[in-house]
């Protein structure tokens, strides 16, 4: 696989952020029929987690937050954008730990989206706490760590069948599977993956 | 297609066993309260479940109407889109909350007195 060019980066990024962004239009049209309001699918999560994996990490910081930017502008408010905001930032420290494990072979998309979905509402539960100043919300943590098991090991599962599809579509190489042909010629030591500049 | 890992499976076992653990925590008996106490805007008022009364509030352009009746409290009314608060139901015991977070507003019940700081568990 040849290095990118910066432009064929810079095209990519875009159009994993318009993906992102229709995930969460989707998301916004078709709101799940539960008695609590604000539980989604975190559909936008899958862009996020195929970048950590696919590309880089800064990939998917860059990801996450124009997706939280631009749908706060286009279907949220100021309060929600602060609530999505607090979460994904827990979301990502996950991240940083699922990537090597993923790219490790030890996990798949279920276990790294899992994750980043109970840190994210945990997140948005200690947000809330420090808005109300209480921390009698803690009471939601149980209902909101299993939604999270369901939610987000859909989106993984989801992720486990798309992810060689989408990273044919992105035209990126598969970590794993680079891996697994090297050691196949017999490189002692495979080196790392070539990281590639942050497209800002 | 990526078939799942074990560790995946620890993943998901890790997150319902705190699940679970959050979940016990919660279902201590708890003993009736005695007061409620209004977050609101940084603030707290505190009121005792003793006294019938209504009490209305407004935070970041919604108000409610709070009402203790019969030693509970309840939300009856509220302008918010969710209407959570008000589905959350008569409070009555010692760590049950109601909250409405587009107003940014938290009821609670505690024990009252001078050390209501402790009912963590509720």
Same mark, same amino acid.
């Given at each position: 696989?040849?290095?990118?060019?910066?432009?064929?980066?810079? !095209?990519?990024?875009?159009?994993?952020?318009? @993906?992102?962004?229709?995930?969460?239009?989707?998301?916004?049209?078709?709101?799940?029929?539960?008695? /609590?309001?604000?539980?989604?699918?975190?559909?936008?999560?899958?862009?996020?987690?195929?970048?950590?994996?696919?590309?880089?990490?800064?990939?998917?910081?860059?990801?996450?937050?124009?997706?939280?930017?631009?749908?706060? &502008?286009?279907?949220?408010?100021?309060?929600? @954008?602060?609530?999505?905001?607090?979460?994904?930032?827990?979301?990502?420290?996950?991240?940083?730990?699922?990537?090597? *494990? @993923?790219?490790?072979?030890?996990?798949?998309?279920? +276990?790294?989206?899992?994750?980043?979905?109970?840190?994210?509402? !945990?997140?948005?539960?200690?947000?809330?706490?420090?808005?109300?100043?209480?921390?009698?919300?803690?009471? $939601?943590?149980?209902?909101? &760590? *299993? !939604?999270?098991?369901?939610?987000?090991?859909?989106?993984?599962? *989801?992720?486990?069948?798309?992810?060689?599809?989408?990273?044919?579509?992105?035209?990126?190489?598969?970590?794993?599977?680079?891996?697994?042909?090297?050691?196949?010629?017999?490189?002692?030591?495979?080196?790392?993956?070539?990281?590639?500049?942050?497209?800002? | 297609?990526?078939?799942?890992?074990?560790?995946? !499976?620890?993943?998901?076992?890790?997150?319902?066993?705190?699940?679970? &653990?959050?979940? /016990?925590?919660?279902?201590?008996?708890?003993?009736?309260?005695?007061?409620?106490?209004?977050?609101?805007?940084?603030?707290?008022?505190?009121?005792?479940?003793?006294?019938?009364?209504?009490?209305?509030?407004?935070?970041? +352009? $919604?108000? @409610?109407?709070?009402?203790?009746?019969?030693?509970?409290?309840?939300?009856?009314?509220?302008?918010?889109?969710?209407?959570?608060?008000?589905?959350?139901?008569?409070?009555?015991?010692?760590?049950?909350?109601?909250?409405?977070?587009?107003?940014?507003?938290?009821?609670?019940?505690?024990?009252?007195?001078?050390?209501?700081?402790?009912?963590?568990?509720?």
């Amino acid at each position: 696989m040849k290095t990118p060019s910066r432009a064929e980066s810079l !095209a990519r990024t875009g159009a994993l952020a318009a @993906l992102a962004l229709l995930f969460s239009y989707l998301e916004s049209l078709f709101p799940l029929p539960l008695p /609590l309001p604000g539980f989604k699918l975190g559909l936008g999560n899958v862009v996020v987690l195929f970048a950590a994996f696919f590309l880089s990490l800064p990939h998917a910081a860059v990801l996450s937050l124009l997706k939280i930017l631009v749908s706060a &502008l286009l279907f949220g408010n100021p309060i929600s @954008l602060l609530f999505s905001l607090f979460g994904s930032f827990f979301s990502f420290l996950t991240l940083i730990a699922s990537q090597k *494990l @993923l790219r490790g072979g030890k996990i798949t998309f279920v +276990g790294a989206s899992v994750l980043s979905a109970a840190a994210f509402n !945990a997140g948005q539960i200690l947000f809330a706490s420090l808005l109300t100043k209480s921390h009698a919300l803690l009471f $939601y943590l149980p209902a909101l &760590l *299993l !939604a999270s098991l369901v939610l987000g090991g859909t989106v993984g599962l *989801l992720l486990n069948l798309l992810s060689s599809r989408l990273a044919r579509l992105f035209r990126v190489p598969d970590p794993l599977r680079q891996d697994a042909a090297k050691k196949a010629c017999g490189s002692p030591k495979e080196p790392e993956r070539p990281s590639r500049k942050d497209p800002r | 297609m990526r078939k799942i890992r074990a560790g995946d !499976a620890v993943v998901i076992a890790a997150v319902l066993a705190l699940a679970v &653990l959050t979940l /016990l925590f919660s279902f201590f008996p708890r003993r009736a309260g005695k007061r409620l106490t209004i977050f609101s805007d940084g603030r707290q008022e505190s009121y005792p479940l003793t006294e019938d009364r209504e009490i209305p509030l407004s935070a970041n +352009g $919604y108000s @409610l109407i709070v009402k203790i009746e019969d030693g509970k409290a309840y939300v009856l009314s509220s302008t918010c889109p969710d209407k959570v608060c008000i589905r959350s139901g008569p409070l009555t015991k010692q760590g049950d909350t109601a909250v409405c977070l587009p107003a940014g507003i938290l009821l609670k019940i505690d024990r009252g007195g001078d050390a209501d700081e402790d009912a963590v568990a509720g």
